[in-house]
């Protein structure tokens, strides 16, 4: 398991404030979390953002 699939777990109401603040364009949906679809997830970040999956893990990866 990766560092940031812990975050997920373990933190996700902080992660999701944080990727929230950073980029307001998200909405509870986008932020939506189930557990085994963090590729997913990326992507509706991504799709939004315009950020690379690796930017976006780097971010959370920072909280």
Do not use: C, H, P
Request: aromatic share 10%; proline share 0%.
């Amino acid at each position: 398991m990766s560092a940031s699939e812990d975050k997920f777990k373990g933190n996700w109401n902080v992660v999701k404030g944080k990727l929230k603040q950073k980029y307001g364009e998200l909405t509870d949906d986008d932020l939506s979390y189930t557990e085994g679809k963090e590729d997913e997830l990326y992507g509706r970040i991504q799709k939004k953002t315009g950020e690379s999956k690796d930017q976006i893990k780097k971010f959370i990866n920072d909280i």
